[in-house]
């Protein structure tokens, strides 16, 4: 599953082994295994900066329906831009039909 943004700011969020579930998630590095998160500016041309190990994030999957296929959350997370910079993600939110 991947949750993004359609404007030009970019925000992903992956998930990749175990599928989706309802709980609380560390956002880590891709190559974990488990919820990952990047921040794309100018589709990655600009910036592509992820969520990192000894940074984790947090996803939290609230709503996780079969019957209605809706996935509901919220997450927060911080990236290192190309200078250093740490850019705080918080307050995330998102309601997904699948």
């Known amino acids: 599953m991947m949750i993004s943004d359609l404007g030009q700011y970019f925000y992903h969020v992956w998930i ?14 891709r190559i974990s295994g488990g919820y990952s998160a990047k921040y794309l ?7 592509d900066a992820r969520t990192s190990d000894e940074t984790p994030g947090l996803l939290t ?4 329906d079969l019957q209605e296929f809706i996935v509901s959350g919220t997450f927060e997370f911080a990236v290192k831009d190309k200078e250093g910079n740490t850019l705080n993600f ?5 309601d997904l039909k699948f």
Do not use: Y
């Open 16 to 29: 990749l082994k175990g599928g989706v579930k309802e709980g609380a998630f560390p956002l880590t590095t």
């Open 61 to 64: 999957i609230t709503r996780f």
């Open 90 to 94: 918080t307050e995330g939110r998102f």
């Open 41 to 47: 500016i100018g589709g990655s041309r600009l910036l």
